[in-house]
């Protein structure tokens, strides 16, 4: 006769005490007993001493391993024994769902499990939270089935985050999760009163072609240049259109006009022209164009663009536009284009075929620019390599092929910073060297070494940028010095387009003569260049025949100098500036 009870001992072991007849107390025992839904092995050994000698049952304690499958059965056993737990637990749901979106950033993120884990797995290392590849500091707790991941600070707004879970994991019985795990959230956008903090020189300020945009401090935006309104000669504001953190416009002409900007919160929001899709809403219908009348009425901001990634709205960092395309990257390092497939521009070798909607081109990105002149981007990665894709006819993006480059190709590594002109693009490499592509500028054909060759020896420079007509360096110390086609004079080194083939460098100066020795940033379009001080001030210099550097209406109040000839009104040097003058547009508005 046998009879037993448990009681638990550890995590995976029983302990087990049975009871023997004096009939069974001199011989040892093997055997198999069901416990908890689980078959176990064990043995009394040695055997029981002598018992009651009136056949009274006596107590024999044995320990059995509740994780041992059962093994073959053998003499009084008879077929095989039962099988241990070998099920490998799963990950049942994750909170936030995966690609959720507008998630508070001060929220916990929970994992539960299909049965219980062994707590001693669930830890930092086997479940992490991740933006761009960069853990968040977090405390990884268990309980009832649920690993809780609390952030030691709040989660940034507009950002994407990735949970994992790694096959370290493991249940009671020591299965491990069969494969890894992961899931993607994107934080909802800042909340509160709207704060200038969000914006960068870069992110409030761009020039494009024939147009300029510029983001004030209250989170308004302006546009002037190449806009349809241009009779009313005023800069205009963009409708239905606030928080802004980022812009970006592109014009050759009224007609072609169009833009997109980023708010606070992440979101991204289009307006202008849209045959090619560039407006990135899944159409070809123009939304928010103005007419062209004397009532100063702003194009209205109405196209949402629809992007692949479901998480990518909500959580975008940065806009490129160019010629009929616009270029978006998130903070997750995800670039994305849409708009006219011709050239090779969008990078997605998509043929003949617009692409309507913002397209995944690649990932592991931390900056990109648009060419303005052509239509060509580079992608400055995380692991310090230039990619480029789009025009190359002339050599723009490498001397290898002549033909359009259809998908990005690397054409630069150990790069610190890069910029594009008009034609193509130029970077400094992490020893302070600098280097630039082949037809940098126009009208004149010279080697891209000559780019290296005029500013070698030049240290410290956090800008290389320049036009579609010359390159500018800025350096550390706020100055300048270019090289290039002076065209418009561009240069702004006060000698107007005399010569117009610079090949000397030359710094900049201001109306008055004294030297530009505090600017912060630069933005080029096709024959204008603007610029930001340290002081946040608004500068410019070039060209202004479509009004895009300031508008005609303050040509008596505001003065420029044409090859040395004095400062004068704007209207009274041809609308071009060899020299950098105040904008209108201000921080604080006009």
């Known amino acids: 006769m046998l009879v037993f009870s448990t009681y638990p001992k550890k995590d995976t072991m029983t302990y087990v005490k049975l009871f023997f007849s004096t009939k069974l107390k001199s011989i040892g025992l093997l055997f198999t007993i069901l416990v908890g839904g689980a078959w176990i092995l064990g043995s009394c050994s040695p055997p029981c001493g002598d018992g009651d000698p009136y056949g009274n049952l006596e107590e024999c304690s044995v320990t059995a391993d509740t994780t041992s499958s059962g093994g073959s059965g053998g003499g009084t056993g008879g077929g095989s024994g039962g099988s241990g737990d070998s099920t490998a637990p799963t990950v049942l749901s994750v909170v936030p769902a995966s690609n959720a979106t507008n998630i508070n950033v001060g929220n916990n993120i929970t994992v539960t499990f299909s049965e219980a884990m062994k707590s001693s797995t669930i830890n930092t290392t086997n479940i992490t939270l991740t933006n761009s590849g960069t853990a968040v500091t977090s405390a990884v707790t268990y309980s009832s089935n649920v690993a809780t991941i609390n952030p030691n600070a709040n989660l940034n707004p507009s950002t994407i985050y990735t949970v994992t879970v790694g096959t370290g994991v493991q249940d009671a019985a020591n299965n491990a999760l069969a494969s890894s795990f992961s899931a993607n959230f994107s934080t909802a ?24 945009a510029y983001v ?8 002037w240049g190449s806009v349809a309104n241009t009779t009313a000669n005023l800069p205009l504001i963009i409708d239905n259109l606030s928080r802004v953190k980022a812009i970006s416009v592109f014009a050759v002409s009224t007609s072609t006009h169009f833009g997109c900007a980023i708010k606070d919160d992440g979101t991204g929001v289009c307006w202008g022209e849209n045959q090619y899709g560039q407006l990135g809403d899944n159409s070809t219908t123009d939304c928010g164009k103005t007419a062209n009348n004397s009532t100063p009425i702003g194009p209205t901001a109405c196209a949402v663009p629809v992007f692949d990634d479901p998480l990518a709205q909500g959580a975008l960092a940065m806009v490129e536009t160019g010629h009929s395309m616009a270029i978006w990257l998130d903070n997750n390092g995800k670039l994305y284009s849409n708009g006219y497939c011709d050239s090779g521009r969008l990078g997605l ?26 239509g060509m981007w580079c992608a400055h990665k995380t692991d310090n390599t230039l990619w480029c894709t789009g025009e190359n006819s002339s050599n723009n993006i490498t001397l290898d092929n002549t033909t359009d480059i259809e998908t990005p190709i690397q054409v630069a590594s150990n790069v610190e910073h890069f910029g594009m002109f008009g ?11 600098i280097h630039c592509g082949d ?45 290039g086609y002076n065209y418009a004079g561009t240069m702004a080194h006060g000698s107007g387009n005399s010569p117009q083939n610079n090949y000397t460098r030359a710094s900049s100066i201001y109306l008055d003569g004294t030297p530009m020795d505090n600017l912060s940033y630069i933005t080029g379009g096709n024959s204008h260049t603007m610029g930001i001080l340290d002081n946040g001030s608004l500068v410019g210099v070039g060209g202004n025949s479509a009004r895009e550097h300031i508008g005609g209406n303050y040509f008596s109040s505001h003065q420029c100098s044409w090859r040395s000839s004095g400062a004068q009104d704007m209207a009274g040097s041809s609308q071009i500036c060899d020299r950098w003058i105040f904008n209108p547009a201000q921080p604080s508005g006009f």
């Open 439 to 483: 037809n940098y500028f126009s009208a004149v054909a010279v080697p891209s070494s000559a780019c290296s060759q005029k500013f070698a020896g030049i240290t410290n420079v956090k800008q290389i940028s320049g036009n579609a007509q010359n390159i500018m360096l800025v350096l550390d110390n706020g100055s300048t010095t270019s090289y």
């Open 189 to 212: 956008g800042s909340a509160g009163s709207w704060s200038s903090s969000v914006l960068t020189a870069r992110s409030r300020l761009d020039a494009g072609y024939h147009t300029t």
């Open 216 to 223: 004030f401090d209250n989170g308004s935006a302006a546009t």
């Open 349 to 374: 070798n998509c043929s003949s075929t617009d692409v309507l909607t913002p397209t995944t081109v690649m990932t592991g990105v931390k900056d990109v620019k648009a060419g303005q002149s052509i």
């Open 423 to 433: 034609r193509t693009w130029g970077v400094v490499y992490d020893n302070g060297t």
